[in-house]
């Protein structure tokens, strides 16, 4: 087998949870999402490892929030940690920031990228964390970050993007268009393209005759977004993502396909199945993967 796939942990958020279920009603979401005092649910910012031993290669899908807020915004978005998490568990593992050699984005909003980024320090600008891996980003989610909506501008963070321009002005930045594939990865990956939530969002999917993964972004961020009718008040297009969300499930039931997900705070990874009433739900539901083999 050529690939080990391992959960990396980031640096939780807390967020209000009627803005992450939606038209879900409270007494409902509550249950599956228990809020603090301040109506707020604990959120996973999470990041997949993958090894890729056939190209001795390290693969890491999304970067998770990160540290880079300020104390204030840090508070304003439930960023509790001192540290910079991701970089700590990729430490645990013997990972260091410079030997990551491909980081894919699903999409740019902070909290998927902002683990680009060094921790905060009074007075400085952040630096760049992985200096020279090669960047995926879909090309539609480039032009969104780059000329965002009044409703979703606050979620692009200026300093994120002055990376990402320096790494195209070096070649580290492949913009993947809509329907293509990534150079960068190979033909063991490819992409499910999403609008439901922003306006091209990458799904990445790595296939092999062992078995395959995708990685489910802000499309299916956790166990209860399954469910179909479950969507946030974050997404673009709710009943796009619905349609966007049932043919991907239908898709991961016929191949028995890993879900990956990023913002879950109890369940990294499970697989879906589908009742007899056709609601779909996660079986086999993991807690860390520690070198998944594919």
Known sequence: MNYAIHSIEGNRQRLDGGAMFGNVPRAMWEAWAPPDERHRIDLACRAFLIHDRQRQRRILLETGIGLFFEPRLRDRFGVLESEHVLLASLARRGVEPGQIDVVVLSHLHFDHAGGLLDAWREGQDPGGVFPRAQLVVGQRAWDRANHPHLRDRASFIPAIMEQLHAARRDGRLELVPDGGASETLGPDFRFHLSDGHTPGLLLTELETPAGSVVFCGDLIPGRPW?????TMGYDRFPELLIEEKQ????????RQTWLLLT???ACVACRVQQDKRGRFGPVQEQVSLEGLEL
């Open 226 to 230: 399954i469910h179909l009718p479950v």
């Open 247 to 254: 043919a991907l499930l239908q898709r991961c039931i016929e």
């Open 263 to 265: 913002h879950d705070a």
